[in-house]
């Protein structure tokens, strides 16, 4: 195998668990666009009885958008990307907490993937091994599939509890 071919398979599987993490067919299950599918406001603002401090599904979409966001700006080295919400790590919900504002956070978390996953992809083999800080740049990119994987789990248990307790 040559360095290219390995170097474009090294990518391709790359591309592929952060597709799969994101939206696509996986062995682990629901992906991060599928627990999001069909939350409606209600159930994405909802936190569970004695739940002050901790986060609901519309933070955690907004969180996750953040991150593929930051990890854009450190892969392409432009700190001109900036996240266009007010707050880092924690994006703050909007004033306007309705089926319009959760749609258009849900818009926002998919294009932040899709610009996300187009950087990624045309990163070469030596950029793919470049430092940015502690990790490389191919670490950040696993690191936010994984990221993606965490919070689908987080929002699928909120889902299970909100409805639990709406029986």
């Not at 406001?41 to 986060?55: D, Q, T, Y």
């Not at 919400?85 to 932040?112: C, M």
């Not at 599939?145 to 919070?151: E, V």
Request: charged letters at 30%; aromatic letters at 8%.
């Amino acid at each position: 195998m040559t360095t290219r071919t390995r170097d474009d398979r090294r990518r391709s599987l790359l591309l592929d668990l952060f597709d799969r993490a994101f939206r696509g067919a996986a062995w682990h299950g629901t992906p991060l666009w599928g627990a999001l599918r069909g939350v409606r406001v209600k159930e994405a603002l909802w936190r569970p009885p004695h739940g002050r401090g901790r986060h609901c599904i519309w933070e955690l979409a907004l969180h996750a958008a953040y991150w593929k966001c930051a990890v854009r700006r450190r892969l392409l080295r432009d700190p001109a990307i900036a996240f266009p919400r007010v707050g880092s790590d924690w994006p703050q919900l909007p004033e306007r907490k309705d089926a319009a504002a959760w749609n258009s956070d849900l818009a926002l978390l998919k294009r932040e993937h899709l610009l996300l996953r187009r950087a990624i992809a045309g990163l070469g083999p030596a950029e793919l091994e470049r430092r940015l800080g502690r990790w490389t740049a191919l670490q950040n990119a696993y690191g936010v599939a994984t990221h993606d994987l965490y919070h689908t789990g987080q929002i699928q248990l909120l889902k299970k509890l909100h409805r639990k307790q709406d029986r």
